[in-house]
């Protein structure tokens, strides 16, 4: 798992960075499902795609499928990896789902914004960001 949860990690900050054109800043994970093992010698792909922004916020979306090396046609989904990252300095591009797939991909991270954040808050006259991932009460978060 670890070597997936690394490179799916790696191929996020890299989509962020793309969707943006800055140096995003790693807040933390949504969800890392983990459906099924990668043997050894399997062929391993990974897709990655922002599915959500809201303000300096982006989460990206990446999946997993497998195939066996002797059978390429058949690729199953293993792993679905979900990352938080923010942009300190301008909000990002709006995401506009526009198909049925993305729309479902759109609102489930939404429905982690909404329940999760971040969400940027006025502190003494200034912007500040509070991501709950450590908040007592939302049980704690995790990071990588």
């Not at 983990?34 to 982006?58: L, Y």
């Amino acid at each position: 798992g670890g070597f997936i949860a690394q490179h799916a990690f790696e191929l996020a900050e890299l989509t962020a960075f793309a969707f943006n054109g800055k140096i995003p800043v790693f807040l933390g994970f949504d969800e890392m499902l983990f459906r099924k093992a990668v043997n050894i010698g399997d062929v391993v792909r990974m897709t990655a795609r922002c599915v959500h922004t809201h303000g300096r916020v982006m989460r990206i979306l990446v999946t997993v499928q497998v195939a066996n090396p002797r059978d390429l046609e058949r690729q199953s989904q293993t792993n679905k990896l979900q990352f938080v990252f923010l942009q300190p300095h301008s909000k990002v591009l709006e995401i506009i789902p526009d198909s049925y797939e993305e729309c479902i991909m759109f609102l489930e991270a939404r429905r982690w914004q909404n329940e999760r954040g971040p969400e940027e808050i006025l502190v003494n006259g200034q912007t500040s960001m509070n991501h709950g991932y450590n908040s007592p009460k939302l049980g704690g978060g995790s990071r990588l």
